[in-house]
Every structure is written in structure tokens, then in C-alpha cells.
T-cell receptor, first 111, second 115 residues
């Protein structure tokens, strides 16, 4: 079993829709949770960074962490074609440096 | 701030040759440098970690004699893929840890294609 599971998609939605991206994990020691956006042939860029459980909002993006269920989500409101990319979740334990990544979900927003 | 560069951004080489990839922090000192690789449609996998003043620590299954890592300074790390083969074709990314910060900073990646 992988430590972090993420549906690779692809996921295709119309412009303006609310997008929900999710990851599950098995290691209860994970404390830091990140979401990255990766455009084709580019390196990932950090979107959201959350410590422990709870919600965090930044513009059209909301990250949720439910540690009891070992489940994290990223919501994108009013999705735009420019949001089309692969979204990677990543997490790490407190005191550890190693990031463990999900496989990435390929998202396409159709105009 | 916290800009990371990688060079080259892409490289094509013949099987059996060696390829060196550079990772630089442009405006901060990186106490820890990580090298990851990403095969098509797969997640990023950690290859090795190098901390300031110590040799690189390799993940299980990564050959240290094949993937040579030199943490030359607090602003430069190099990854050399020796005797590259087609199965080494991948996207290689360095990630840098800045002293006193939880956040890690990504390089833009290097796409290696071995013919």
C-alpha cells in the first residue's frame, strides 16, 4: 500500500465549476500537508500549506485536512482554464524533511 | 525571494554517457538539498538527501555509485547520472530547505532523455 493515494484522473470539468481534489494517506504521523500545481514540463509550485487539521483558504483555493479520516482535500472555486494542470498532494512528518507525494491528479478546465 | 534554478532544463544524451545536473539557490542558503525524480504519470520519489556538512543519504533502491550527489556549497548541489541508460530517463527535481523555514523550495526541474 502506498503511503499517499491520489486518483490520477484525468478530471475534466467546465469553466466556473467547483473542483474537488483529494488524497488519502496511511501514516498518522504526517503533520504537514501541501498542495502543488504542476504545469506540463514544469516543476511543481506550492499552492497551499497546512499544518495539522483544519481548513485554510487562499483566494479561490481552500485546503482541508481531516486527520481522523486521514483525508485531505483541495477545492477550487470558479475554476478557470488556466487552472488546468496536474495537482500533487504532499505531506511530511513533524521533524522530518522528506516529502511524500501523491501521484498527482491531471485536471482540465474546459472553456 | 527563495529562487531555485536548475541547469540544464532539458538534456538528451546517448546511452552510456554521464550527465551532470546543477541546482542552485539564488538568494538564500540551503541547509538541506533533496533530489527527486518523477517518471511519467508517477509521483515524485525522493532519491537522496544531503545536509550541510555531510554526505548524501540515499533512499533504498537508489544506487549511490550511479547517482553521484555533490553538495558543493550552501547554494549549489549537483547530481551526476553516470553511465545513463534509457530507464534513467525522467524528470529530476531538486528541492531545497532554507534554514529556519518549514517550507521547501522547488527547482524547475530537468528533463533527461537517454537514447
Amino acid at each position: 500500500q502506498k503511503e499517499v493515494e491520489q486518483d490520477p484522473g484525468p478530471l475534466s470539468v467546465p469553466e466556473g465549476a467547483i473542483v474537488s481534489l483529494n488524497c488519502t494517506y496511511s501514516n498518522s504521523a504526517f503533520q504537514y500537508f501541501m498542495w502543488y500545481r504542476q504545469y506540463s514540463r514544469k516543476g511543481p509550485e506550492l499552492l497551499m500549506y497546512t499544518y495539522s487539521s483544519g481548513n485554510k483558504e487562499d483566494g479561490r483555493f481552500t485546503a482541508q485536512v481531516d486527520k481522523s479520516s486521514k483525508y485531505i482535500s483541495l477545492f477550487i472555486r470558479d475554476s478557470q482554464p488556466s487552472d488546468s494542470a496536474t495537482y500533487l498532494c504532499a505531506m511530511r512528518r513533524s521533524g522530518a524533511q522528506k516529502l511524500v507525494f501523491g501521484q498527482g491528479t491531471r485536471l482540465t478546465i474546459n472553456p | 525571494g527563495a529562487v531555485v534554478s536548475q541547469h540544464p532544463s532539458w538534456v538528451i544524451c546517448k546511452s552510456g554517457t554521464s550527465v551532470k545536473i546543477e541546482c542552485r539557490s539564488l538568494d538564500f542558503q540551503a541547509t538541506t538539498m533533496f533530489w527527486y525524480r518523477q517518471f511519467p504519470k508517477q509521483s515524485l520519489m525522493l532519491m537522496a538527501t544531503s545536509n550541510e556538512g555531510s554526505k548524501a543519504t540515499y533512499e533504498q533502491g537508489v544506487e549511490k555509485d550511479k547517482f553521484l550527489i555533490n553538495h558543493a556549497s550552501l547554494t549549489l548541489s549537483t547530481l551526476t547520472v553516470t553511465s545513463a541508460h534509457p530507464e534513467d530517463s525522467s524528470f529530476y527535481i531538486c528541492i531545497l530547505q532554507r534554514r529556519g523555514y518549514n517550507e521547501q523550495f522547488f527547482g524547475p526541474g530537468t528533463r533527461l532523455t537517454v537514447l
